[in-house]
């Protein structure tokens, strides 16, 4: 019988204990891992983000993470990222140094407004694209963030939802198997669990 199982990456930073909380609370089988093994068996892939860009890349590096996690992604499997996590998939970053996964061509950059940075507390999703982990999520719904950087993507075509800081802004994308999203499910109450049982349901239909 398929596991279903989901790996949460962990890369010695994040908010392991709420994620993985989350997840167990919509029905997921969770394994944390660094292990390269876990996510090449895995049924979907959770990568969570707390913390600074460089020192994630430091983390997925230190594990040997880099290359088998676009390898999963390439490969179709089941992938949700979370605030850095999206992030990540870019090239890199103005906060870092660091390159990072390069799967996705744009930017992340700095907000540059007279808002206090970094932007902490709800805020408002409006959607752009339809993205099934959005299925049962109302446009104007609100969600917490907890960040000063967020993605510019050069294909406007993966952008999910925009959200109101100063300047709208991306923050979710969606482009076949892999979503990731600015804002935490973990910490969105009902909203965010539907995030998140949405990426369930998939990974069982995968």
């Known amino acids: 019988m398929k596991s279903d199982l989901i790996a949460l990456i962990d890369y010695g930073e994040g ?3 709420s994620v993985e909380k989350a997840l167990r609370h919509v029905g997921c089988d969770v394994q944390i891992t660094n292990s390269p093994a876990v996510l090449d068996a895995a049924d979907g892939v959770v990568m969570p983000g707390v913390g600074a860009f460089d020192d994630c890349v430091h983390g997925l590096e230190k594990s040997g993470l880099i290359e088998p996690i676009k390898q999963l992604i390439t490969d179709g499997k089941p992938f949700l990222g979370i605030c850095l996590g999206l992030q990540m998939l870019f090239a890199g970053s103005e906060e870092g140094q660091r390159d990072g996964l390069g799967l996705l061509p744009g930017r992340v950059v700095r907000f540059r407004h007279e808002l206090k940075v970094p932007q902490i507390g709800w805020n408002q999703v409006s959607k752009v694209h339809y ?3 959005l299925d049962g999520i109302d446009s104007g719904s609100w969600v917490y963030f907890v960040h000063s950087y967020y993605v ?5 075509a993966v952008i999910a939802t925009t959200t109101d800081y100063g300047i709208e802004f991306c923050s979710s994308i969606w482009c076949d198997n892999l979503f990731a999203c600015q804002f935490h499910p973990e ?20």
């Open 152 to 156: 510019v993507p050069d294909d406007e």
């Open 187 to 206: 910490k969105s109450q009902a909203v965010g669990l539907k995030v998140l049982d949405n990426f369930r349901k998939l990974v069982e239909g995968a």
């Open 131 to 133: 993205a099934p982990h």
């Open 15 to 17: 908010n392991l204990g």
